[in-house]
């Protein structure tokens, strides 16, 4: 395929600053689960969704969904089938990572009882949707095969670049917008490249029933976010109310590709809007410092527009990830 797709630049601007108000280590009610292969904590949260009543929080090492009370803030664990050898987590610790499903990326469609959570597709393994119905009653997961759906981001290289590797997904309007971070490595021509690209809920919905479902990508758009401290910006969650603007995270990770972890150097907040520009902040810690957690997952509180929660994502598996507040000052 021909590569002429257009690249767009996210700046930033004072006029959004976003900090830290409260921290929150996630950690389950009733502790660890040595049946299920269940620990006592959320080790690595990499998407979330908010709805009434819950927080659901996607792992991407961990074949569970974190469900918090908002009330309570009690969590619980919506366990998912077991994975290879019967395992439920799965690490450099144990040595199966390359077995993991990977969830990097979900999506509350609240009009349709569910949450969709994505598989990075980085490797076959991860080429899985996680369906979810009734977040806010008595929840129910199933694991879907998306090979239609991987394929065609992988074949669409304007989008997948070098290595693919999705960490986002927002709806707009009656499409969701997929978010590729460009972290990976070079492969020949082939480049990194952190992109978005829309298609049809419904198309969607059908190829995690119909393997032979046929897919092309919508308004492919590249993007160039910047860095901090000299690290590049690549994204790593988008949420949206339904409509544009569509905001983002992004992590100033040292990554050398989209399977290992590096040292990172800040996370920002921002958005893009319909015509293609972004704009962003460097996340702030409590004391105003700079934040040197790498944020993944993200929602905005609709009701509330100087409040944000994101999660973070300690990259070690003895410790809870954490769920952050933010406060939002829009100048």
């Known amino acids: 395929m021909s590569d ?67 009330a309570s803030m009690a969590v619980t664990a919506l366990l998912l089938p077991r994975g290879e050898g019967g395992a439920r987590m799965f690490g450099e610790d144990r040595a199966n990572k390359q077995h993991k499903l990977d969830l990097e990326a979900c999506v509350h469609l609240a009009d349709r009882g569910m949450m969709l959570a994505f598989g990075s597709g980085s490797k076959s393994a991860r080429e899985r949707v996680v369906w979810v119905e009734d977040i806010d009653g008595q929840p129910r997961a199933k694991v879907c095969d998306a090979t239609a759906l991987y394929r065609a981001f992988r074949e669409d290289t304007r989008f997948s670049g070098s290595e693919l590797n999705i960490e986002g997904v927002a709806r707009v309007g009656d499409h969701l917008r997929f ?20 298609l049809p809920i419904d ?41 544009e603007p569509v905001w983002f995270l992004a992590a100033a990770e040292d990554s050398p590709d989209t399977y290992r972890d590096g040292a990172v150097a800040g996370s920002a907040l921002g958005w893009i809007d319909g015509a293609g520009d972004g704009y962003w902040c460097a996340i702030e810690a409590e004391d105003g410092s700079a934040f040197r957690d790498k944020a993944e997952g993200l ?18 598996t003895t410790a809870p990830c954490e769920l952050c507040e933010l406060a939002l000052e829009r100048r």
Do not use: C
Not at 26 to 43: F, I, K, Q, S, T
Not at 179 to 198: S, Y
Not at 232 to 239: E, I, K, M, Q
């Open 4 to 70: 002429t797709t257009q690249t767009y630049s996210a700046r930033p601007t004072t006029a959004l600053r976003a900090r830290v108000r409260s921290r929150t280590q996630l950690r389950y009610r009733d502790g660890a689960a040595a049946g299920e292969d269940l620990p006592a904590h959320v080790r690595a949260g990499s998407a979330m969704a908010v709805t009434a009543s819950r927080i659901a929080i996607v792992q991407d090492d961990t074949n569970a969904v974190a469900i918090l009370d908002r």
């Open 203 to 243: 198309r969607v919905l059908a190829a995690l029933t119909n393997p032979s479902t046929k897919l092309a990508l919508e308004k492919v758009k590249r993007f160039s976010l910047g860095a901090i401290d000299g690290v590049r910006l690549t994204f790593t969650d988008a949420w949206s109310d339904g409509d």
């Open 179 to 198: 978010f590729q971070r460009g972290n990976g490595a070079q492969n020949g021509a082939l480049t990194p490249v952190d992109a978005t690209a829309d």
């Open 299 to 316: 929602s905005l509180d609709p009701a509330r527009p100087e409040r944000a929660w994101i999660v973070v994502d300690k990259d070690d």
